[in-house]
Each structure stands twice: as structure tokens, then as C-alpha cells.
């Protein structure tokens, strides 16, 4: 029998890591004390975050973060995103230009990464920014990846806990199902309130901001506070698109087909709003995103649905039209990577 890691149930899931009664009250609770001995001794822990379910490490020591890559059977490196406990945390890591500072202050914590030029005397390990001269950083608005960072004084990489060409974690029993024979413990918070992973944005010199993956804020959020349009990787040479961002990286074992307004034999619906595609009732199996059409209830469930409907009675799944305003974007590249 494999080995399953163990299942940590916190006790104290509103804990603000900054105060001391926080502290006091997870002193309480074994497991926290646990989880923070395998960060600090280079093991993995599974750490739900507003978004998703992050494999963290410590971001500093090389050899856990090659046991994250092993876990996740990842075919190269990608570099990772390091979780801070404080803006102040990630200045000691970062240079955070006036784009930087402005998105920071304004959105952390938050479903937002920001990619900013690594300071040279960071201790972050070249093998978690994969050798680049950049690093992403977030604060992310999770209290326990927050309290983990700051009691082992580490900056924590996580990227999503699931194995390689998968779709994203946003409960526990999806870390399970995936990781459990290769991780030392797996706290269970119960669903991601986000459910689509944070936006990356690069600011980097005096080159405007740019979007290398939307996420969990929207671009008419981000671009309140720039004042301006968000530039959009890819669009220009000087701009490096995100290198993690290759189309297969979200794929469900059957086809996914998009933008449907009608159900084929076989295939199950992913539905969006109060309007159904053609045939919504010869489904095989039916999952409505948001009956009424809100696009962040619908990133909340987008995965968990995906991972539902990937099964072998589903021929294929059919995915309702979902428009590209709040969080559409996101869902909408997510989708375009499962059906790729
Ligand atoms: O919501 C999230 O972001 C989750 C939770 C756990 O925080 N994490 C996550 O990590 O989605 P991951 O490893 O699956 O995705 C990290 C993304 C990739 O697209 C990667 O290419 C990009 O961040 N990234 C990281 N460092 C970068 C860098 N230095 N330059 C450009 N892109 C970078
Ligand atoms: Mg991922």
C-alpha cells in the first residue's frame, strides 16, 4: 500500500499572522507546529490559499523545491511563486517599482502575483525563479499560507498542488486524489473561495505593467488603480510572455468544446447564466457555473466541475459561451487550455 499523507484540519482558519493573540492560538493547535518542522526540515506541505491548493516549500532550500517538481511530475522548470507573509516580507526579496508598490499596496492580500526584478541578495533559491532575474511574489489572503511564511521566517513556494498537465486543486480531497502518496501533510480548509489561480503581473524597470496570466482579480480592477491600459504579453517583443503558460497546462482527459449553443450525443454541459445551449436536457450530466450569470461564483466552481465531468461516461464537455467581463477572462483562458 502506498503511503497517503496525513489530513490536517487547522484550527484556527481566521488567525491574522501579524498579531499575537494569533499566535498564542496557534500554538494551540499540534498541527501547525508540525507543518512548520517539515517546511523548515525542506518536506511539502499542501496549503489551501484564497485561490487554489498550493504545494509549498521553502523557497530558499533547492533540494525542496526539487522535491516540489518531482512531486508534481513537472517536465521542466518553471519558476514558482514565493508566499509572503507582508508587503514588507516582499521587499526583501523584490524591487517593486511604482506600478509595484501602487498594485501591492491595493490589492494584497490577494489573488495577484507580482514578477519584479529578484534582489541580489535575496535568499530565494535560483532553482524557484528558474535561474531567471525575476521573481514572483504574493501575498496571498490566507491566513494560514500567511502564518506558515511568517513563523518559519521563509519565503513559501507554492505552485497549484496538483500533478503536472492537470487541472488546479480547490479542495483538499483534489490534493488527495493527486498528491497524497508523495506530500507530508495536506491542510483541509475546505473549497477555495477564488477558484482560478492569481493574476501575474510583471512590473519590471520602467516598462509598463503587464498582464502574463489573468487570474483572480479582473483587468478592470488592476487597470483602476494603473490608471491606464494593462499591456498584454506577447503583444510586443520586449514583453516575455509567462514561461509556465503552455496551452496544455489545464487539460481534462476527454475533449472540452467551447463556446457551444447546442449539446452533441455524449457530452456533458458546463452551463453559464439562465440560458441554456440546444438540447441542455440530453446532457449526460449537467453543472451550471452560476445560474445567474456571475462570473466570480463561476471561477469558484470552474474547476471542481471540470474535475466532476472528467470521467468515463463523458464523451466530451460542452461549455456554455461565458463573456470575458469580472472574472471571464480568466475562466475563458482556462478553458481555451483545456480544450487545446
Ligand atoms: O493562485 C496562484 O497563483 C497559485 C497559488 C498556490 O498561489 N499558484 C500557482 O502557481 O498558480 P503555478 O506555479 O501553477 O503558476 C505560477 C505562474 C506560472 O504561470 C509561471 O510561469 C509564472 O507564475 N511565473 C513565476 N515566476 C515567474 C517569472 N519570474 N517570470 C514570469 N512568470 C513567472
Ligand atoms: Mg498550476
Known sequence: MTKRSPLWHPQSPTINPESGAARDALALDDGFGMACDILVKGGLVAVPTETVYGLAADATNAEAIARIYAAK???SFNPLISHLPSLAAATQHGIFNADALALAKA??????TLVVAKRADSPIAALTSAGLDTVA??????PLMRALAYATGKPLAAPSANRSG?????????????LSDRIDLIADLGPCKVGVESSVIL????APATLLRPGGLSTRAIEAILKRPLARAGTNDKTPSSPGMTSSH????????????????????IAFGPALPENADRAVDMINLSETGDSFEAAQKLFAAMRTLDRPDVRGIAVAPIPNEGLGEAINDRLRRAAF
Do not use: I, Q
Open 73 to 75: 511530475n513537472r517536465p
Open 107 to 112: 490589492f494584497w492580500p490577494g489573488p495577484m
Open 137 to 142: 511574489l504574493r501575498v496571498p489572503d490566507a
Open 166 to 178: 492537470r487541472v488546479s486543486p480547490t479542495t483538499a480531497e483534489h490534493v488527495r486524489e493527486e
Open 203 to 206: 512590473c519590471v524597470d520602467d
Open 250 to 269: 489545464y487539460a481534462p482527459s476527454v475533449p472540452v468544446r467551447l463556446n457551444a449553443v447546442k449539446v452533441e450525443a455524449g457530452e456533458a454541459l
